[in-house]
């Protein structure tokens, strides 16, 4: 058993029943040209976390657990993409329609795929997901069960849309949840920094923060149990 020294109090997981979970760290929302700047955002602000995401990943892999991407994408038809999604707003462009690094959110497009420097390893799972939350019409949940995984920390992009939407999905199915504070970002700051606290006030309402570090420093082997 592992234990981090979290916030509100502390987060006991076993490497065999916990996955980490790595959300939407797709070119379409971390570079030009994509969904994300399609929406106005200032997208390089999110590329702060990749080092702390690979040097995450990379600890998290060398224990030999479970590790999950999800991509926000939909079918080429958009047949899984709701009118109330698709037309909400004036964004520069919609979902489907043409940018430079293909139709934006997707599947199969350019800008739809997992930047290079996160790529999933093989065996890794890689979930694509219409919604916001990782569990809505993905079949996620039955999966997780089928392997018995009962703890989740999430990372990724972005804190208070598909972090925060999968984490309280998560949360509403009985998983124990954490959210790695340096390995998330944000397009508004102060939508991140209220996010954290909104999930982990009243007890742990939605679950936990910690930071990456407390995370690695457990994972290293004389922590081992
Ligand atoms: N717009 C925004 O902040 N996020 C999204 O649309 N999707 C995800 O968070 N992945």
Redesign the pocket.
Known sequence: MKTIAATPFDYLFDLEHAALVV??M?RD?VEEGG??AA?G?DVLRLQAIIPTLQQLLAAWRTAGALVIH?R?CHRPDLADCPPAKRLRGTPALRIGDAGPMGRLLVAGEPGADIIEALSPMTGEWVIDKPG?GAFHATGLHERLQARGITHLIFT????????Q?SMREANDRGYECLVVEDATE???PEFKAATLSMLTAQGAIIGWSAPSRLLIDSLKPASAS
């Not at 990724?156 to 972090?163: A, I, N, P, R």
Request: hydrophobic residues 35%; charged residues 15%; proline residues 0%.
């Open positions: 959300i939407d797709q929302f969904f994300g929406l955002n999800t926000e916001k990724g992009v972005t804190t208070e849309v598909c972090v939407s944000s397009y508004f």
